[in-house]
């Protein structure tokens, strides 16, 4: 099928992909930086006949690595920060395990999306106010076993 295809001239050029996200009738992905720019294009040509294809640069990929139970909280404290900073999420990629949830976001955003989740997640200076169900307590679960990483 479509996927197959366009993996397949993907291969023929040697490309590896960091991050997918993928519906039956579009894909979206990313490739390492350090990957020739002849190939990228030379894919692109590949891929023109059967799909319609557009490359963006000057993007950056930061994932969280969250525990799979609070899942849903991390991402609802996630897009009230990038909503309250304007942060534009371009694609968005889970693991299936719901453990490696990573955001594509332009290259003049991204130090504020890092400086401003961690300061949630591991600093109590929330610019907004995150996201948490009541523990057994009664009390907001504020635990700090996420970590945010740039790649």
């Known amino acids: 099928g479509f996927l197959s295809t366009v993996f397949g001239d993907l291969e023929k050029h040697k490309l590896s992909v960091d991050v997918l996200a ?3 009738v579009s894909v979206s992905l ?3 930086k350090k990957q020739p720019q002849e190939d990228i294009d ?3 040509r590949d891929l023109a006949p059967y799909a319609s294809a557009t490359l963006q640069k ?3 990929i930061l994932t969280l690595i969250a525990d ?4 849903s909280e991390v991402l609802a404290t996630v897009f009230r920060v990038f909503s309250a900073q304007d942060i534009k999420v371009e694609m968005m990629s889970q693991g299936a395990s719901k453990v490696n949830i990573s955001f ?3 290259n003049d955003q991204i130090d504020d999306a890092i400086l401003n989740l961690h300061y949630c997640f591991f600093e109590d200076r929330c610019i907004v106010e995150p996201y948490a169900d009541d523990d057994i307590n009664g009390e907001g679960a504020s635990k700090k076993e996420t970590l945010v990483v740039e790649k």
């Open 68 to 71: 799979v139970d609070r899942s």
């Open 104 to 106: 594509v976001l332009r």
């Open 30 to 32: 990313t490739f390492d």
């Open 42 to 44: 030379n894919a692109m």
């Open 22 to 24: 993928s519906s039956e």
């Open 58 to 60: 000057d993007r950056a």
